[in-house]
Nanobody, 124 residues
């Protein structure tokens, strides 16, 4: 029902910024909960940020709180992740995920759809 495609990853120096975008297709997108996850080599996929139907309903992992901002444009069917003050430990493949029940979860098992991922590399 939903397809997700991430974009905006790349190489950036420590202290720099990147903006990731997740483009979604499907009529029910506006009713889905959306999450951003990341996975570094040899590590488990971890929750980064999420948003429900409104930009006012947002959630962040402690490791990115104050540096990252998640937003959603239901008309454009996009979810964005603005990443500021990037550090080498932020290096990972970043994934966009959608939950059909409209809720945001920190667990990967609650999401129904996943994007292909986009690489973010932060140099020291």
């Amino acid at each position: 029902q939903v397809q997700l495609v991430e974009s905006g990853g790349g190489l950036v120096q420590a202290g720099g910024s990147l903006r990731l975008s997740c483009a979604a297709s499907g009529r029910t997108f506006n009713n889905y909960g959306m999450g951003w996850f990341r996975q570094a080599p040899g590590k488990e996929r971890e929750f980064v940020a999420g948003t429900s139907w409104s930009d006012l309903n947002t959630y962040y992992a402690n490791s990115v709180k104050g540096r990252f901002t998640v937003s959603r444009d239901n008309f454009k069917k996009t979810v964005n992740l603005q990443m500021n003050s990037l550090q080498p430990e932020d290096t990972a493949v970043y994934y966009c995920a959608a939950a059909a029940n409209g809720q945001v979860y920190s667990s990967t098992t609650r999401y129904d759809y996943w994007g292909q991922g986009t690489q973010v590399t932060v140099s020291s």
